[in-house]
């Protein structure tokens, strides 16, 4: 599974990092990012859906393979 | 001083390897009658057949990323149409104006270019995508000149779209959303314009230049084609050289040609001595040591050494010129052409200038040097376009290329620093629309049929 911030939508609610943080990091200027370029873990997957669900902008979304 | 871009660069050289080729010496309009009495619109190869020939060309593209030309049409054509092409003659580095120069004296050859990417991929409309104004006269009258000679048989409808000429104006995803009567501003990908594109059908968007070496593909045949340049990136490549050079111009080069040997076509360094270094690929490719005029001109071989050719264009810079103050005018401007959508970049990219200006200044610390390092890395990758990019790929080839002079400027100032180089580093006068409205002001359109 890849996972990516729309960078246009993310405004630096947080969300995603306070949900999963292994998988999103937030930068110098507040905004987040996936780190790894994406790629998730198996055992990060629940928690990586629950914070594209948390994510008030709709800005995280699963990359198609 | 705003430094301006070369509006009609001359032609200053050439370095090819037999038969035709894009550029000739003219400061005139190459008419339809003078191309077609020259072979050109004779093209034998039509249909599948262009994609056949296209792969054995090998043709990359000239845009940017010289990315294989017959795998991405392949892409387009095997999606369900109707299918679109679209010339993108925008051209958004300032220091570049190969595209310009084709569309304003030898549009016909970019125009068959684009006849034979509709015959292939299956589509039924063109689109030239274009800032320059006498280009997009040019590409009218292409049109019209088509549409009034009758021996061609039917032909796609050619449409000739303005945008405002801005850094971001170039990007395929703005391409499309201003074709489609949006503002020219770059969307989140997925989808990309062979997906979803204009009109929301698959779409081919091809540098102007690319389109040209297709012409002359489908006319004289790959083997032709491969007949200059490298096996792993055959045939000519239209470069702008500009900035410190004794002859600024266009040079037509068989890629793997060393860059000394275009800098001697282009006179030599302007003051003479050892140039101080090379803005590499308009200003996304980052600045280049001076050893890079012993590398050949080649996307590959450029890209193992760190530097990007982009889309060819070269900013010589001459003995006198602070690298670091040429790193922060270049920051500077990717700041001012951010379109403001994404907030990373935004935000980015401003402390990319704020940084680098400080280390011109002589006011930065060792600390500063490592954030700025920091900003390269946390920018690179992120938003919806590559201009986040660019401002990291100066900043790490800054680094990266001349640690010793970035060392000299850490607490000390920098007399060379002070003297401006707004005269080699050419600025936008157009910022993107952030409103979102359509400009409809500068947009135009002809249909021919």
Known sequence: ?65 | MTGAALADPPLVGAITVGGERLLQQRCDRESFAEYRAAGGYRNAVRGAGVLRELSVAGLRGRGGAAFPTAIKWQAVAERPGPRHVVVNAEEGEPASAKDRWLLRHRPHIVVEGALAAASAIGADTIWIYVADRPAAESAREAAAELRADTSLGPIPRINVVEVPHTYVAGEETSVVRAIDGGPALPTTKPPRPFERGAAGSPTLVQNAETLAHVALIVRSGAKQFRGAGSNTAPGTLLLTISGDCIRPGLVEVATGTRLREVLALAGGVRGGGAPAGFAFGGYFGGIAGPRTVDLPIEHDALRTEGIGLGCGAVIVLGTHRCVVAVAATIGKFFAAQSAHQCGVCVRGTAAIQGALERLRGGRADPANVEQLQRFAGLVRGRGACALPDGAANVVESLIREFPGTVADHVGRVCLRCRLPVDDVIPNLAARPVTSGARPEETRSREESQ
Request: proline letters at 8%.
């Open chain 1, 1 to 65: 599974m890849r996972v990516q911030v729309d960078a246009v939508k993310c405004v630096g609610n947080g969300t995603c990092y306070e949900v999963c943080p292994s998988v999103f990091a937030i930068d110098d200027w507040g905004y987040a990012y996936a780190e790894a370029d994406g790629q998730v873990l198996p055992d990060d997957e629940p928690t990586v859906r629950e914070a594209i669900q948390a994510c008030p902008e709709m800005a995280i979304s699963i990359v198609p393979d």
